[in-house]
């Protein structure tokens, strides 16, 4: 039977606490936003400047600009289209491609970088508090105020320094364009902040209270995310094992090796050897979902077989650490297949799954089959966080086979019941709650 109801599930990425910090040129807006992270100690802070969102520049406009004579401080400058798409792609879990601006060259280069999976997301801008579509994505809004002196010197130095100006266009530009927009549209965004930082990362006290109520966001998400663990866990235990939950055959020859497998008396060397050979097959199983077409070969006696051969590219995705023991078996199988990492930790404060880590295939989501690794799943969650890794970069779900030697029904129904068109290829049933003993046994630590 199939699970017909797909349930929701949202990763604790899927909606990111967005902090927007505004001010003035020069006003300590990246240092502030940098003494933050520092404070608040997380590997899923990611910091986003406005600075990436300028325009691309027509030929005249360049001209003007080498000549310091093009207004980068009016609104007009930023593509807030652009950005707030961005945004939303953050909010949501999606991957979101940001452009790189070169002020050296006043153009947008032609690389992006890539933002995935931050929990907290810092945009800090001039502009961070201006357009309406930005404020409403914003969980906090702060304001770095600082004197106009100060800003000025630190602007010069930094153009001068980073990016190759001279001291007169500096000056010239500040007083054509960045003070009076700053009275203009800058300022007025110190309204609207919910908290008003002077003396930027000399205000301790400041820093410490955004900080606190950053940490209360996040620790009301994480209940979120657990609560939602939890029902979806009540609701794969009431139903049954889903059909796309493929139990290899249980012949002769895979219950003697699960017999190996299972026996503590069995020798390292044994249990890799026939752990390999079992990773074999669980591999041979799942590959029979890549889509093949008709091929045709002349045999060695000269005669003609109408065959099949793969019709797209195959890759495999290691949930780190435990999927690294399938790698031997895998390349017995698949000796070209394409690999990725994911690593995905549990909290043990808070038994929540974390993503710490992924490096993927390029052009994953024009693979015909992508296979996740891991040796055992038992409560589903972080099975599910990988899954949903996968589906944010494009991957097909139909196109996912998880597999796996040991897994309980409970955590397969969880998975499938969130994602139904994937496929969990399994050597062995087992209790939910079991220790990670496979992979210990395996790696022997």
């Not at 009016?74 to 002020?103: E, H, M, N, W």
């Amino acid at each position: 039977m199939t699970i017909n109801s797909r349930n929701h599930y949202a990763p604790p990425w899927g909606d990111a606490s967005i902090i927007g910090v505004a001010g003035s040129s020069g006003s300590g807006k990246t240092s502030l936003a940098l003494a933050m992270v520092a404070s608040l100690n997380l590997p899923w802070v990611v910091i986003m400047s406005m600075d990436s969102f300028y325009k691309p520049l027509t030929p005249e406009q360049s001209a003007a600009a080498f000549r310091n004579e093009y207004d980068f401080d009016s609104p007009d400058a930023i593509d807030f289209d652009v950005l707030v798409d961005k945004l939303r792609d953050i909010k949501q879990g999606k991957v979101a491609q940001i452009p790189v601006y070169s002020f050296a060259k006043h153009a947008r280069l032609p690389q992006t970088t890539t933002i995935y999976s931050p929990h907290v997301l810092i945009l800090e801008g001039i502009f961070a508090l201006h357009d309406q579509r930005v404020l409403d994505m914003l969980d906090m809004r702060i304001f770095a105020d600082a004197d106009g002196d100060l800003c000025l010197s630190r602007r010069l130095v930094r153009d001068v320094k980073e990016r190759g100006r001279d001291i007169e266009g500096c000056i010239k530009q500040w007083f054509s364009f960045v003070k009076p927009n700053f009275h203009k549209y800058v300022g007025p965004q110190r309204e609207i902040a919910d908290i008003i930082v002077p003396r930027g990362i000399e205000n301790k006290v400041a820093i410490s209270m955004v900080t606190d109520r950053i940490q209360k966001i996040l620790a009301h998400k994480s209940k979120l995310h657990q609560l939602e663990l939890q029902r979806l866990g009540q609701a794969a235990l009431e139903a049954p094992l889903s059909s796309n939950a493929l139990i290899i055959p249980q012949t002769n020859q895979v219950r003697g090796i699960h017999t190996l497998l299972l026996n503590p008396k069995t020798s390292r060397e044994d249990y890799i050897f026939y752990f390999d050979r079992m990773v074999a097959m669980l591999i041979e199983k799942a590959m029979d979902f890549l889509p093949y077409e008709p091929g045709q070969v002349t045999t060695p006696q000269g005669n003609m077989y109408m065959g099949l051969k793969k019709s797209a590219d195959v890759s495999a995705v290691v949930i780190l650490r435990g999927g690294s023991a399938f790698e031997t078996g895998l390349r017995r199988t698949i000796p070209d297949c394409q690999t990725g990492r994911v690593l995905i930790q549990t909290n043990w404060r808070t038994a929540e799954p974390e993503l710490h880590y992924r490096a993927l295939p390029p052009n994953i989501a024009q693979h015909g089959l992508v296979l996740l690794l891991d040796p055992q799943m038992s409560s589903g969650a972080a099975a599910l966080m990988a899954v949903r890794v996968l589906v944010d970069h494009g991957v097909p779900e139909e196109k996912i086979v998880f597999v796996t030697y040991l897994a309980g029904r409970i955590g397969i129904n969880r998975v499938l019941s969130v994602f139904p068109e994937i496929r969990v290829v399994v050597a062995r049933m087992g209790d939910d709650m079991q220790d990670r003993w496979v992979e210990t046994r395996y790696l022997g630590c």
